[in-house]
C-alpha cells in the first residue's frame, strides 16, 4: 500500500467521510488545485478525504503532511472504484489569490511529505515546482501573480538565502533577507523589492530555500511569512511559528505593552545568543550605528539584550540597543551603564574612562529611539551591584 496512508483504511471509511464532508465541509485551504473525487455526483478534494477517512479507521484526522496530493492519493482512492477527474479550465481561477495560496500550500505538503524539506535537486523545484529559477536570488512568476497584486511586481514565490557573513541573520525559524542591488535592466530590483512586499500585504507564504547541508548542489527549503521590512537597512525579516506579543500583524508595534521579561526553554536560557527577528527590529528602531561610537560597518555590529538572554530578558527591541562588538562587550561586563532618566553614559569610579573604552557621546538621547526605561534601570542597577566591591 501507497506510503504514508495508513493500510487499513477501508472503502466504507471513505464513504463515511465523504457523508461526514456533506455536513461540515472542508477548509478553502484545502480545495485540490487539479482533480476532484466525483461520487454521486458531488465533488471532494481527495487529500481532505482520505485525512477525514483515517478518523473512522484509526480514530483521528490523517496528518496531511505525510502524503502527498495528485498521483499518490488518486491511486489510492481509484483502487476502491471512487473515479477521480481532473478539474476543467472554468473550475479552476489560476490567477485568483485563494489558487495561488492553496498551490503553495499544495507545493510545501509535497515536499515535506516525499523530502522533509531537504536535500532536494535544483531541478525539482526549479521545473516541477515552478518555485525557484531566475538570476537573482528572488523568485517571482509575474505572469501568474501580478494578476493577484493589480501590478507590475507579482507576488514573490521564493527567496534564496546564500551563506550570510552575519550569524544573526539567519535561524531555523527565521532569516533577515538583504532587498536585492544589482543593477539589473528595467528596474528588476525595484519589482522585486515590491514583489517581496506584496507577499506580506497579502499575507501568503514564500519558500526560502537554502543550500543543501550535504550536497552544495541541491537545496533545503522551509516555508515562511514576509513579517516586515526595513527601507533604510534595506532588508526583510522573514519568519515561520509563533509571532511575538509585542509585535501587530507581524512587524514590531510600539503600541504593545513593554515585558522586560520573555520564559524560555533552559536550552536558550542558558545561551545569550540573538536572533534574526531581534535583529531586525532592533536595527530599524534604533538605526543601523553604535549607540555611543561612530561604528556602522555590518558585521562588527550586534544587537545587544540590555537584559540578557541569559536572565530571561525579553527580545522585545526596546530591551535592546545596538552596539559594535567592542563597545557591547564592554556593556555586558559592566564596564559602563546607561542612566535610566538622563540616559547618560556612566562608568566606574575605579575604572577605565569613557576616553579609555573610546565612547564618543556623552548620552545617547541622539538615538532614532530610545531603550524603555525599566530595561535601562534593570543594567543601571546590576551595574553598581557588580562593581561594588571594586
Known sequence: MTPGIPRNIRKDHIISALSTIDQEGYPKEHESIRYSLVYEGRKYPPVWVIRTANIFANKEPLDTSLYSGGEQSNNFLRKFGFRIVKKTHSEVDHTSFDFETMSRERIWREIQSKYKGQDIPAHVLRDTYRIYGGAGRIWVDRERTSKISNDASGITVSVFQKDTPYRDDFSESS????????????????????????????????????TSKKDPTRRDVKKGFVRDWDDTNQTFLIESGKIPEYTKDGSFSEDNPFSLNQKRKRSLASRNEMNPRFSFDVFKRYGRCCAVCSMNVGGLLSAAHIKPVSENGSDDPRNGIPFCQ????????????????????????????????????????KLKALPDKFALQWHYKRFFLQNKDR
Open 175 to 210: 532569516i533577515v533577507f538583504p532587498y536585492p542591488v544589482t543593477n539589473r535592466r528595467g528596474g528588476q530590483d525595484g519589482l522585486e523589492i515590491t514583489a517581496t512586499k506584496n507577499a506580506k500585504k497579502f499575507n501568503i507564504p514564500v519558500f526560502v530555500i537554502t
Open 326 to 365: 567592542n563597545h557591547r562587550l564592554a556593556f555586558d561586563t559592566f564596564c559602563f551603564t546607561i542612566h535610566p532618566g538622563s540616559y547618560q553614559i556612566v562608568t566606574r569610579e575605579h575604572g577605565p574612562s569613557k576616553k579609555d573604552l573610546e565612547i564618543q557621546v556623552e548620552d545617547i538621547s
